[in-house]
T-cell receptor
Framework: NAGVTQTPKFRVLKTGQSMTLLCAQD?????MYWYRQDPGMGLRLIHY???????AKGEVPDGYNVSRLKKQNFLLGLESAAPSQTSVYFC???????????FGPGTRLTVL | GESVGLHLPTLSVQEGDNSIINCAYS??????FIWYKQESGKGPQFIID?????DKRQGQRVTVLLNKTVKHLSLQIAATQPGDSAVYFC???????????FGGGTRVLVKP
């Protein structure tokens, strides 16, 4: 099992550009999450999904969109990147019956 | 709150000594708690969890203690090793499988 994988690992964007971060899990987990981690702010939930075709807002959803078209994939989109979105982004997943979330290795995004 | 970065509380411990990391939570409805370990450049890794109907749970070299009366959680690491150097986060949710709220992290530095 690869667990939770994220692509890309690193990305540099200019202000106003768009991009999509891909998260994939091979554990058949129902729940998936996107977090951002900033120095001084900790792990904050952006959006999450409790199943294929469903998404919900987390603590800091503004400026991001998500989609869960397939159970194993959860995409995070930035339509118009801003420097405030410079951060490390983590994807995580867990099953309904097990609470411990499994995290991916992260994507380091810099917006200039 | 605190997070990975320059302003994390830091615990320095001598190799071989025991470590105790503390976490306070505020949600009285929290029923499920997890400790995560995050090494530099990696995603958080599940260490141990505990339900609110327990006050102690032991794993391999780790023990989690829960005091619901004062809303306090602690992680004890026995015989701390250099590989234990990392940032440790507590997380809570209102039920197993629900989305997690992460607390501030604590950096543990193990001195040889």
């Amino acid at each position: 099992n690869a667990g939770v994988t994220q692509t890309p690992k690193f990305r540099v964007l200019k202000t106003g550009q768009s991009m999509t971060l891909l998260c994939a899990q091979d554990m058949n987990h129902e729940y998936m999450y996107w977090y951002r981690q900033d120095p001084g702010m900790g792990l904050r939930l952006i959006h999450y999904s409790v199943g294929e075709g469903t998404t919900a807002k987390g603590e800091v959803p503004d400026g991001y969109n998500v989609s869960r078209l397939k159970k194993q994939n959860f995409l995070l989109g930035l339509e118009s990147a801003a420097p405030s979105q410079t951060s490390v982004y983590f994807c995580a997943s867990n099953s309904i019956v097990a609470g411990g979330q499994f995290f991916g290795p992260g994507t380091r995004l810099t917006v200039l | 709150g605190e997070s990975v970065g320059l302003h994390l509380p830091t615990l320095s411990v001598q190799e071989g000594d025991n470590s105790i990391i503390n976490c306070a939570y505020s949600n009285s409805a929290s029923d499920y708690f997890i400790w995560y370990k995050q090494e530099s450049g990696k995603g958080p890794q599940f260490i141990i969890d505990i339900r609110s109907n327990m006050d102690k749970r032991q794993g391999q070299r780790v023990t989690v203690l829960l005091n619901k009366t004062v809303k306090h959680l602690s992680l004890q690491i026995a015989a701390t090793q250099p590989g234990d150097s990392a940032v440790y986060f507590c997380a809570e949710s209102e039920a197993v499988g629900n989305k997690l709220t992460f607390g501030g992290g604590t950096r543990v530095l193990v001195k040889p």
